[in-house]
């Protein structure tokens, strides 16, 4: 199946070797040629030493979900020779270092040996040069063994020297030598190789968290609070990077503040009390961060405190797989905080999906006054996606939700028949209206508090009005569920009664699947969900279908929980279908799955 | 219920402010602290020092943890809004309020369980990062609320009500604001309001950590005679630093009778000043060596040292250290916030 523009080529290397960078160009330079590619990194959870992976899958058909069956291996890591001789399909190819002679035992594929270290020791005298430039001799020979553009290449390599300029004559000198090197010693290009496409043109490339954190700039966000974590990092600094360049004032002063909080529970604190007091603001964490955020979350849910949470899922339990992708904290989002807590949830698919909801969620934080959790993950956050470019539509205004000016507040009887009450239901839509602190001498200032209160903010222990103002913020998840990002729905077959129900990174393995389904004569329908709580197309949906596959990145079938407590789906009908070993979901798991249920036969063939 | 309002009818003999308002538009609903508990009175001059300043109470963010203390800023300023939020974690919630909108004035109200324990680590780090506030500690060296335990603050040996000693040494918040740098230091006693008082409005006026623990003895659970956390033997063991302070609003000028040699003006940053009256040779407040030092000789005799420990009139706060506008930033019309689709068509074309 593999050929031209169609394979998956993989990096085998040590981490803290200066690989990654190498590796990114050979990706980004097959996206100047107009192919789509989706780069994954696998790294471990550590700086330097231990093996790290990266696979660039390259498909002109569009298909950017991780793909098993490595066509092309550059094995540089003699720590894990082994698995990676042995991942590579018959037929295919790997390339190493062939310095130091070795034997690899595997007669169906093709090696590659190139002696890169005695290359770089003969034309390099420092040793940091020859480990460095090690990487650009691979990077070379791969020029003329997959046909890549070498102005494209040259493009990348200035763009990631920008500032170092003087070291991109001895870049070039390095994928010289893999080149000629790689003419004089094997026939180029390979059955494999890539050819101009137009399927990655006007698209761009980017990772969920850059994009998540220019989503904080563009949603208005001035308050920002985190603590370290991965994979969740680089949302917080791509948001200061943005601001530092798009929110300073002429006179050189910040419209933003970040502030790198003591531990994830002042984090949160932080951009709660920014939520209070007004301001747009958010924080952004992983697992371990969502548990220890937790009672601060059911504060701001019970006392109606906008704020905005980033979740980069990565592999639970506990500290789990930190550098591994996953979708285990559904519930434990859903439901964060002890008491009768719900929040909204909103999950993107893609980095172009992360800036739009994730500036969405600011406005729905302030519209629906409570917390909003962007559950984006490691795979979306940390790898680089081929992804429609950001649009922003100028005419749209912001709102900022039920908060009154002055004025409002004195006028407030007058035009709404009561008088203000914090927590009072005015329009029947559950939402109450807030003040802010500073706003009024005499007018509008209440107690935020925890502790029961009454539709005035004033304490109760009156166990009947408890019931009452917690029934009414139950009644505003009905508004959200209307408000928030409608369901993508795909039916393929109108009569069909199978479907599958997906969500955030498994949408490009969901497709793709679905297609290969379809070629195969299987046509199911599928519906992607973008938010909780569930808006009525969810329910209708699965009510118009008799078998539907939920598709999730964890064990316990989470959504599928969701589902059928939140939406009273019959749970007889929700077939589970889990992928958690920490790797972004394929299609062929998906398409397996579905034929294992529906066409058993069909599966062991295909086996 | 335990929401109790008070009357708003006023007496039109009242004393009024500059801002026309009387001692009673600065309170707040009726107390449910037991009788005689110290934060009372510490609630009484959080309010005499706000109506004394003239300053506009909705100005004021009142942001508190759990305890009885926390629960203090129900008792004050009704027209100031207030944030009770969890357990300990007050600092973080300023920090953010004061993030978002630099022009209000914040005070912080936590108690020695609050801040000394589940807080301590938000404590520590609200005082580094420099945070305008005001943050006082309600001290009773116990946990009122959860009935008594002991807390953090008391002191090795003092025993609890029913007699048994506290072996585990206790943590010192002043000394530990100045290590980490906070600009004011000060120590007082909820049953002295003629320290606390201007000690209070100095702090409000400081811009950066004003930090004040407050002795404030639980009448119903540490004030058996042999508490190092109880009226009588704060009353006993009480050192004032000075023998009188004196808080001079910025509109007033300082007057002549202020001996040069037996007092220290301390400037604050609104152009008020504190003015320190030494018994004996007193400390240097500016000095945090000589006030750690104070601290500690004197705790070694069993002695309380109160007054202003410890000032930096040259402190920076957080927003000069991030660089950020000098307007609120939650005043920022959306349209500033937001870069716009042209700024985005640029970032898009370095993605490709
Ligand atoms: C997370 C959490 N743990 C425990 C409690 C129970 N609790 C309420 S108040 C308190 C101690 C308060 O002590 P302190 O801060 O000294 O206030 P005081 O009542 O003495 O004024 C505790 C442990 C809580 N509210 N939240
Ligand atoms: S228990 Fe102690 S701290 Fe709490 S209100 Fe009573 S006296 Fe005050
Ligand atoms: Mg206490």
Request: with cysteine; aromatic share 8%.
């Amino acid at each position: 199946m593999s050929g031209i523009n169609d394979f998956v080529i993989k990096f085998a290397t040590v981490n803290g070797s200066g690989s990654a960078s190498a590796n990114t160009m050979v990706a980004k330079t097959l996206f100047r040629m107009g192919i789509p590619v989706s780069p994954k990194n696998i790294f471990p959870s550590n700086i330097q030493g231990l093996p790290t992976w990266y696979e660039v899958r390259v498909s002109e058909a569009g298909y950017v979900a991780r793909r098993d069956g490595i066509d092309f291996m550059v094995a540089m890591n003699p720590q894990t020779y082994a698995e990676d001789l042995a991942e590579v399909v018959p037929g295919g190819w790997l390339l190493y270092d062939s310095s130091m002679p070795r034997i690899w035992p595997r007669d169906d594929i093709t090696l590659l040996p190139i002696p890169i270290a005695q290359i770089c020791a003969k034309q390099w005298t420092d040793a940091r040069q020859r480990q460095l430039f090690k990487n650009m001799v691979y990077v070379g020979a791969l020029v003329e063994l997959l046909s890549m553009d070498m102005e494209a290449l040259k493009g990348v390599i200035s763009d990631q020297l920008k500032g170092k300029e003087k070291l991109m004559a001895a870049n070039l000198q390095a994928v010289e030598l893999g080149r000629t090197y790689a003419r004089e010693h094997f026939s180029c290009p390979l059955s494999i190789h890539a050819r101009p496409a137009e399927g990655a043109k006007g698209k761009i490339m980017v990772t969920g968290n850059d994009a998540g954190g220019l989503a904080a700039v563009y949603g208005g966000a001035t308050v920002c609070a985190w603590y370290p974590i991965t994979p969740s990092t680089s949302l917080p600094e791509a948001y200061e990077k943005y601001a530092r360049r798009l929110r300073v004032t002429k006179e050189g002063k910040r419209l933003f503040s970040i502030v790198q909080a003591e531990d994830e529970l002042a984090a949160i604190g932080v951009a709660i009390g920014g939520g209070w007091n007004g301001a747009r603001s958010f924080t952004a964490t992983s697992g371990p961060g969502i548990s220890l955020m937790s009672e601060f979350l059911g504060l701001a849910y019970f006392a109606e405190v906008p704020v905005v949470l980033f979740n980069i899922q990565r592999g639970g339990p506990s500290t789990g797989m930190p550098t591994r992708t996953g979708q285990p904290d559904i519930i434990s989002c859903a439901y964060a905080s002890h008491g009768d807590t719900k929040h909204v949830l909103l999950f993107p698919s893609n980095p172009t999906e992360v800036f739009s909801m994730g500036a969405e969620a600011f406005d729905l934080a302030e519209l629906l006054q409570t917390p909003i959790m962007v559950m984006s993950d490691l795979d979306i956050g940390m790898n680089d996606w081929m992804t429609d470019p950001f649009t922003w539509d100028d005419s749209t205004e912001q709102s900022r939700g039920k908060v009154l000016s002055a004025e409002q507040l004195e006028a407030f009887k007058t035009v709404k028949g009561k008088p203000w009450g914090r927590y009072l239901d005015i329009d029947g839509d559950a939402i109450p209206y807030r003040t802010l602190p500073g706003t009024h001498p005499s007018m509008g200032s209440f107690f935020t508090r925890g502790t029961s209160h009454d539709e005035y903010a004033r304490y109760t222990e009156d166990g009947r009005i408890h019931q009452r103002v917690i029934d009414r913020i139950r009644r505003k998840f009905d508004t959200a569920a209307t408000v928030v990002p409608k369901p993508e729905i795909d039916i393929r077959d109108k009569g069909c009664k199978t479907a599958i129900i997906y969500f955030g990174a498994t949408r490009p393995a969901a497709l793709e699947a679905l297609d290969e389904l379809e070629r195969a004569g299987v046509r199911i329908n599928a519906m992607r969900l973008k938010a909780f709580p569930f808006s009525e197309d969810v329910k209708a949906f699965c009510d118009a279908h008799d078998h539907i596959f939920v598709l999730e990145q964890n064990r316990d079938a989470q959504m599928r929980s969701l589902l059928i407590t939140e939406a009273d789906i019959p749970a007889t009908k929700l077939i589970p279908m889990l992928s958690y070993d920490g790797m972004p979901t394929t299609a062929a798991f998906v398409r397996k799955a579905v034929l294992a249920h529906l066409h058993p036969e069909k599966a062991a063939a295909a086996e | 219920m335990s929401y109790i309002a008070k009357p708003s009818a006023h007496h039109p003999a009242l004393p009024r402010n500059a801002l026309g308002l009387t001692r009673r538009d600065y309170e707040g609903s009726m107390s449910t602290l037991c009788a005689g508990c110290g934060h009372d009175s510490i609630t009484a001059a959080i309010i005499e020092a706000c109506y004394e300043m003239d300053l506009p109470a909705h100005r004021i963010a009142k942001i508190s943890g759990i305890g009885c203390s926390s629960k203090a800023p129900t008792y004050f300023l009704s027209r100031s809004h207030g944030f009770n939020s969890v357990h300990g974690r007050m600092p973080s919630v300023t920090t953010g309020a004061n993030m978002a909108n630099r022009d209000l004035v914040y005070i912080g109200v936590s108690g020695d369980g609050d801040t000394a324990s589940i807080g301590l680590g938000q404590f520590c780090h609200a005082v580094r990062r420099k945070l305008n506030m005001t943050y006082i500690v309600m001290n009773n060296g116990c946990y009122g609320l959860t009935k008594g335990q002991f807390s953090a603050t008391n002191d090795k040996n003092s025993p609890s009500k029913k007699g048994e000693a506290n072996p585990f040494d206790a943590i010192d918040l002043c000394q530990m604001a100045i290590q980490l740098g906070a600009g004011f230091v000060a120590r007082s006693f909820s049953g002295d309001k003629r320290q606390l008082l201007p000690l209070i409005q100095a702090a409000i006026s400081y811009k950066g950590f004003a930090f004040i623990d407050v002795i404030s003895p639980c009448v119903t659970f540490n004030n058996h005679p042999a508490s190092t956390k109880s009226y009588e033997y704060v009353r006993m063991h009480n050192m004032a630093s000075e023998n009188k302070l004196d808080y001079v609003e910025p509109k007033e000028e300082i007057t002549t009778d202020y001996d040069e040699g037996t007092s220290t003006s301390v400037e604050l940053h609104d152009g008020s000043h504190l003015m320190l009256f030494k018994v004996g040779e007193g400390h240097d407040p500016r000095d945090s060596d000589a006030a750690i030092h104070t601290i500690r000789t004197n705790a070694a005799k069993g002695t309380i040292v109160t007054g202003l420990l410890y000032v930096n009139e040259n402190q920076q706060d957080l927003h000069d250290v991030l660089g950020t506008d000098e307007r609120p930033l939650n005043g920022i019309a959306m349209s500033e916030l937001c870069p716009g689709s042209k700024a985005l068509e640029a970032i898009n074309a370095r993605l490709r």
